[in-house]
Nanobody
Framework: QVQLVEGGGGLVQPGGSLRLSCAAS????????MGWYRQAPGKQRELVAT???????NYADSVKGRFTISRDNAKNTVYLQMNSLKPEDTAVYYC???????????????WGQGTQVTVSS
C-alpha cells in the first residue's frame, strides 16, 4: 500500500509565501516523476510543476519565476516553494507521484489527498 501525505497549506496574504511538502510511504521500489497539480473551485485540475527523478523541473507559465519544485529522493519527498502568492493561486493543491511498488511492477500514478491554499487579505 502506498500513501502520499501532503502538508504545508494554509491562509496567506497576497505577496506571501508557503512551502508545501508531500511524502510518499509504504511499499515503494522506485519513484519516477513527482509533481504538483491544483484545482480551484469550478475549474479543472491543472499542472503546476513536475520534477523528474534526476531533478529536471517543468512549470506552468502562470507560476514560473514564483514557484520552485524540489525533491529529496532519500526521503521520498517532493516540495513546492511558493513565493509572491496571488489570489488566483487559491486552490486545493495535489501531489502526484509515478512509482513502482515492486521490482517487476509497472510505474503507476498516485495522488495525495490535497491541501488547501488560500491567498487572501
Amino acid at each position: 500500500q502506498v500513501q502520499l501525505v501532503e502538508g504545508g497549506g494554509g491562509l496567506v496574504q497576497p505577496g506571501g509565501s508557503l512551502r508545501l511538502s508531500c511524502a510518499a510511504s509504504g511499499s515503494i521500489f522506485s519513484i519516477g516523476a513527482m509533481g504538483w497539480y491544483r484545482q480551484a473551485p469550478g475549474k479543472q485540475r491543472e499542472l503546476v510543476a513536475t520534477i523528474t527523478s534526476y531533478g529536471s523541473a517543468n512549470y506552468a507559465d502562470s507560476v514560473k519565476g514564483r514557484f520552485t519544485i524540489s525533491r529529496d529522493n532519500a526521503k521520498n519527498t517532493v516540495y513546492l516553494q511558493m513565493n509572491s502568492l496571488k489570489p488566483e493561486d487559491t486552490a486545493v493543491y495535489y501531489c502526484n507521484a509515478d512509482l513502482a511498488s515492486g521490482r517487476w511492477r509497472p510505474y503507476t500514478g498516485y495522488w495525495g489527498q490535497g491541501t488547501q491554499v488560500t491567498v487572501s487579505s
